[in-house]
């Protein structure tokens, strides 16, 4: 046993991101994930741009061979196989693969599994140790659970968009996909669960996971319902509506962050800039005095930082201990020392035409004594027809060829 969840099978029938991400983090422990995608369909992000391919990266879709970078991404370690489940051989099929399976992660529209046949209660009867992952905008029920979903619309009715932003201007959305992969992560935790439970009654488990569930506890930490009660604004930019300093700050050169949240660090942070005469000052003795007197917190270090290189600042502040780093761009974080030390830059490899020259992240969770990656390049869509329907449930060549003629797989 190389690896967690090695000898763990998953048919994913997900598509988009939320699905897929969290079936792309079980593959990283080691499951094997098959992902079923119906012939000349499949997931709709095979069709995103940009491309890549023999000819390198493109915004069009130059050839078959070239694939779209959304789905190089999500999809790394796992098969891939075609399976036409509207119709009923197709679905005869997926019943055979799940029974010989342990976990059915799937994303479509609440009720859509019911109407395929494919629902838990249909599938726990063939297979009683499933378990059975849903994943949706708003959940299995409720008022909102027909309604169509993205990333986008739940940030915006979560609260995370409502949090996001500066007080004089609009709601903005978290810049990284945290709608659908919040989600994801609720998902694994949950499927992982589910797998520790079965491994003591032999009982399987459907899962239910809302993205707006999902960013909605993300949004409750902070005690926002006190704050707008008070009257104080809900958005604050880089600020925190608790600490000061606890914000962003404009050196010479570019950006930093600061981040005081205790007298101590406080008294560090006053050394750092030479200002040991505002210890014993009245206003900002404890956290309570320092927030309310936020804004001249604000010019002090205005005043310290302008001539001041970032670089300047951030070798000041940790040379008293005080959490402070720069604001990076992309191009210094795909470079940084630290996350190719811990192999997290990987390359975004194309299954036929090898390295597309870009990069995505490695596996964040390392074991002592398993291995976790997701090194193996997205399988082409329909790569694995022959590995699992001849290699797991059996069927002969010629049948492969007569489903393939069919339009069935």
């Not at 399976?101 to 046949?117: C, H, Q, W, Y």
């Not at 659908?180 to 998902?187: F, G, N, P, R």
């Amino acid at each position: 046993m190389e690896k967690h969840l090695e000898g763990i099978r998953v048919v994913d029938l997900t598509a988009y991101l939320s699905g897929p991400y969290a079936s792309m983090n079980l593959a990283a422990l080691g499951a094997e994930v098959i992902k079923v995608e119906r012939p000349g369909i499949g997931d709709p992000c095979r069709w995103n741009p940009p491309f890549a391919g023999p000819d390198g990266v493109s915004f069009e879709k130059r050839d078959d061979v070239d694939m779209s970078l959304l789905y190089l991404k999500r999809n790394r370690n796992k098969k891939s196989v075609f399976l036409n489940m509207q119709k009923e051989e197709g679905k005869q099929i997926i019943r055979q693969l799940i029974e010989k399976s342990d976990i059915v992660l799937e994303n479509f529209t609440p009720g859509a599994m019911e109407r395929l046949g494919l629902d838990y209660e249909s599938l726990a009867e063939i297979n009683p140790g499933l378990i059975y992952c849903s994943i949706s905008g708003y959940g299995q029920d409720g008022p909102l659970r027909d309604r169509p979903a993205f990333d986008l619309t739940v940030q915006a009715t979560s609260g995370i968009m409502e949090l996001t932003g500066f007080s004089d201007g609009p709601p903005v959305r978290c810049g990284a996909w945290i709608g659908d992969m919040l989600a994801s992560q609720y998902s694994v935790i949950g499927i992982l669960a589910a797998l520790v439970s079965r491994s003591k009654t032999g009982k399987g488990e459907k899962i239910d996971v809302a993205m707006n569930d999902s960013c909605f506890s993300m949004c409750t930490d902070e005690a926002v319902d006190f704050n707008i009660s008070r009257g104080m604004p809900v958005r604050s930019g880089n600020r925190l509506t608790r600490l000061a300093p606890w914000n962003s700050y404009r050196a010479r050169d570019g950006y930093v962050v600061i981040c005081v949240a205790n007298n101590s660090q406080w008294h560090s942070f006053l050394e750092a800039i030479e200002r040991e005469d505002l210890k014993e000052d009245p206003r900002f003795k404890d956290q309570q005095g320092r927030y309310k007197n936020a804004d001249d917190v604000e010019v002090i270090i205005g005043e310290w930082i302008s001539d001041l290189s970032k670089n300047e600042v951030v070798d000041r502040m940790n040379s008293k201990k005080v959490p402070c780093e720069i604001i990076a761009e992309f191009d210094e974080i795909l470079k940084s020392p630290q996350l190719h030390h811990r192999e997290m830059v990987q390359d975004v490899v194309h299954p036929l035409s090898g390295n597309t020259g870009l990069k995505v992240a490695g596996f964040p969770i390392k074991f002592s004594r398993f291995k976790s990656d997701l090194k193996a390049s997205a399988p082409y869509p329909g790569q694995h027809n022959e590995d699992v329907y001849s290699g797991i449930l059996g069927l002969s060549q010629g049948e492969l060829e007569r489903l393939k003629e069919e339009g069935i797989i």
